[in-house]
């Protein structure tokens, strides 16, 4: 039987940074994975640039039934952590917006960073890996594939979540996690657009491709950012944020003028263009083919302004202010770039990532209840959490 120090299962982010870590402290480090290929995520994340980190990155931009279990691994291995492994790399990136860092080039030059550090510390890696069986022995655990079984004393279980199955994920780390007694909380995608309910389908699908800054509102947490309207329902950075807030039957506020305030405007363009239609003036703030839609659908009816009552103009303000969405639901985990819920946090160490039932036994990455924002946000997770249990593992 092949003997490890410590079996990875999955190469990507998070598994890769803890094999690298555990690697540089000599121990014999093995990564299952069942793909063709490390980091797939990797590969096509952030449009194929990779969102690698945020420079704003805090424990406020994660979601997780206990918000205090990320702060440790956070603040050990920090986003300038992996800025100075990018550096050091020489690996050209800039700043998107908000914080966000991607490559100049390509995601791959992340996955090449990830592979270099890897071999200099020795870290082995067999892909395309189909595990039958994880059991635990007084030594550690065996990892049964079809062709061999490999002992290890460690096992860090870095298989991700449930988004983009055609992408390699499984259930897998969950279904481990049950078998060793620790608990899973319930699973959800997250980072995904919303889908219409048939009678706004019918109303907005004319108007998909349209893209406006708004802010949206779910259960008291709000995004500020782009919305787009598509033939399915609502995406963009501002509905992807939110749907990690949005549960099944809530309503989504917009605002579709978070800017300007429209009393006050069309109040000024009355004064100023009193024969102006409405539309028009409308059509200032918001994308044209949004407001023609809005006509259509007698939200407002179009008039000169000079027409308009103080009370009418401020209902069209406070409509378009707060326009309620009520999404039917969300695409799923077929276009979701991550999974909510996961692991729970109190089965586990927030200073190691190892089960308090088995101390060398680790979950990292997706795989745990910790979810973070859009924005690079998941990944300065994975490379935190694989970080701290390769200092253990
Ligand atoms: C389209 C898309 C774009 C994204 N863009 C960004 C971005 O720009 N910035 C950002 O911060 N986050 C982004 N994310 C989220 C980010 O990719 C994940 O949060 C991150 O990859 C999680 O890392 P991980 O190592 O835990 O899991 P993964 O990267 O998913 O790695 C898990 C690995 O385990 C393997 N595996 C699964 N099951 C098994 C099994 N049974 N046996 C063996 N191996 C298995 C998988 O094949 C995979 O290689 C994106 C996600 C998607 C889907």
Known sequence: MQQWDVIVIGAGAAGLMCAIEAGKRGRKVLILDNGKRVGRKIIMSGGGRCNFTNMYSSPENFLSHNKHFCKSALSRYSQWDFIALVQKHNIAYHEKTLGQLFCDN??????????????????????????????????????????????????????????????????????LAEQFGLNVLPLRAALV????????????????????????????????????????????????????????????????????????????????????????????????????????????????????????????ANSLHSYIFKPNGTEGYRTAEVTLGGVNTNDLSSKTMAAKQHDNLFFIGEVVDVTGWLGGYNFQWAWASGWVAGQYC
């Not at 309910?197 to 995004?223: H, R, W």
């Not at 500020?224 to 995406?235: A, C, I, K, Q, V």
């Not at 004064?271 to 994308?287: G, I, V």
């Open 193 to 316: 657009p919303v889908t219409w309910q048939p009678a706004d389908k019918a109303v907005f699908e004319e108007i998909s491709g349209v893209s406006l800054p708004v802010t949206v509102e779910a259960n008291g947490t709000l995004f500020p950012e782009d919305m787009l309207f598509t033939h399915r329902g609502l995406s963009g950075p501002a509905i992807l944020q939110i749907s990690s807030y949005w549960q099944p039957g809530d309503d989504i506020t917009v605002n579709l003028s978070p800017e300007t305030d429209i009393n006050e405007f069309l109040t000024n363009q009355q004064q100023s263009h009193p024969e102006q239609e409405l539309k028009t003036a409308l059509s200032k703030l918001l994308p044209k083919r949004l407001v023609e839609k809005l006509l259509d659908m007698q939200l407002v009816t179009n008039q000169p302004l000079k027409a308009l009552h103080n009370k009418t103009i401020q209902n069209i």
């Open 106 to 175: 390509s995601a791959k030059d992340i996955v090449d960073m990830l592979l270099t550090e890897a071999k200099t510390a020795g870290v082995q890696i067999a892909l395309q890996q189909q595990i039958q069986q994880v059991s635990k022995t007084e030594a550690g655990f065996i990892v049964d594939t079809p062709d061999v079984s490999r002992a290890c004393h460690s096992l860090v279980v870095a298989s991700g979540g449930l988004s983009l199955p055609n992408l390699g994920a499984t259930a897998f780390g969950f279904q």
